[in-house]
């Protein structure tokens, strides 16, 4: 039985995003056809919620939540799953500046997984970093789709990934409660909690889906002559 | 066209605003800079603003907010309804001489107070977010 997990979203406990957890859950129940996403991984934003408890919504909508983080390196963005008391002794969230290197490989020591995110966008991507300085070592995967890309920059995401060997993720990065679940992740198997999710993430299968809705471009006004 | 007269018992999570395709022109721009004392480069002259590390002209963020608020008042149409909140993110600068897209849905109704929040953003041509917000409404007694 697969699973399909948008494994990057922020609710309103996220400085920047304005979207009750309770209307990301309704709204996905409202759009399950187009967008069939079993479950929500709230990321937010430099900080990790321990006691916040979502079992109540998730019985109601029968949509599973689970907690994760997105921290600031010096190389960039990355979620964090599988984050611990432990975790969260060793490293300042909230530092802007965490040290990409030995904060993947300590996360790995202590259980967890490090998925660097949006790598192709400028500024806070991993692929702006590699221009300048050497790979990172024992990353595992990356995010390739994600719901707040501008034009290219999926596409640098999915060209790094390629280039390095890494695995690849999908996630909506939604601020907005009408984009969650545009980009999600499917794997093989079931994922019934964060314990599962990283145990995926490490060795299962899986794969980046993408659900956002293609438009046409508009076409540019043709000027016609008039005789 | 007569507007709508929308009454909140209609109102439902997953409702559409828009969309509402624009072209938004220069000499627009312009004109709201020259109305609203923000006669600047950047928002009035392509070389001005590229001396500013731009890529041209660019229409100013309180633009882009009014005209997602009138997709909004719009919507709302003749009802006794107002907007009472809206808020926006600019993720890239919205360039004019391009076609925009505004659009939005319904995201949450509360019984209690009579209010619906809702997405609102405007997109280019190639369905990127460029401004990105919130909004609520909230409607009179019944």
Redesign the interface.
């Known amino acids: 039985m697969s699973t399909v997990l948008d494994l990057h979203s922020h609710s309103e406990a996220s400085e ?1 995003s ?3 957890l309770e ?1 990301y859950l ?2 996905l129940k ?2 399950r056809s187009e967008r069939p996403v079993d479950g929500i991984v709230l990321t937010e934003h430099r900080q990790f919620n321990k006691n916040a408890d979502y079992r109540a919504l998730e019985d109601r909508f029968g949509i599973l939540v689970l907690k994760a983080s997105e921290v600031e390196t010096d190389y960039g963005h990355m979620l964090v799953f599988g984050v611990t008391d432990e975790m969260t002794r060793r490293f300042d969230f909230a530092d802007v500046h965490l040290p990409a290197q030995l904060f993947i490989d300590e996360i790995a020591r202590m259980g967890g997984i490090v998925v660097p995110c949006h790598p192709g966008r400028p500024h806070v991507g991993l692929f702006e970093h590699y221009a300048n300085r050497p790979p990172l070592e024992n990353v595992v995967a990356v995010e390739v789709y994600n719901g ?1 890309s ?2 290219g920059e999926d596409e640098r995401s999915l060209e790094l990934a390629r280039r390095f060997g890494y695995r690849q993720i999908g996630g909506s990065d939604s ?5 969650i679940g545009l980009c999600a992740t499917r794997f093989e198997a079931e994922v019934r909690s964060i314990e599962d999710l990283v145990n995926e993430l490490k060795r299962g299968a899986y794969e980046p889906v993408d659900f ?4 046409k ?2 076409q540019p ?1 043709v000027a016609v002559e008039v005789k | 066209m007569p507007q709508s007269q929308r009454k909140y018992e209609d109102v439902k ?2 409702d559409a605003l828009g969309p509402q ?1 624009l ?1 938004l022109s220069k000499e627009q721009v312009r004109a709201y800079a020259r109305t609203t004392g923000m006669w600047v480069p950047r928002f009035t002259d392509d070389e001005g603003a590229r001396k500013e590390g731009l890529p041209g002209m660019i229409t100013p963020g309180n633009m882009s907010l009014a005209l997602l608020s009138k997709l909004v008042t719009d919507w709302l149409g003749s009802s006794d309804a107002r907007l009472v909140r809206v ?1 926006t ?1 600019y ?2 600068p919205v360039l004019p001489d391009h ?1 925009i897209i505004l659009q939005g ?1 319904v ?2 109704t509360n019984d209690a107070d009579r209010t619906a ?1 809702m ?1 609102i ?1 405007i997109e280019n ?5 460029l401004v ?1 917000g ?1 909004a609520t409404v909230q409607f009179g007694k019944s």
């Open positions: 920047d304005r979207a009750p209307a309704n709204w409202l759009r707040g501008r034009k601020h907005l409660v009408s984009l956002r809705p293609r438009r471009p508009v006004a | 999570v997953g395709e072209f808020g993110t993720r890239q076609t849905f995201t949450h929040d997405d953003w041509e190639e369905a990127e977010r990105i919130t």
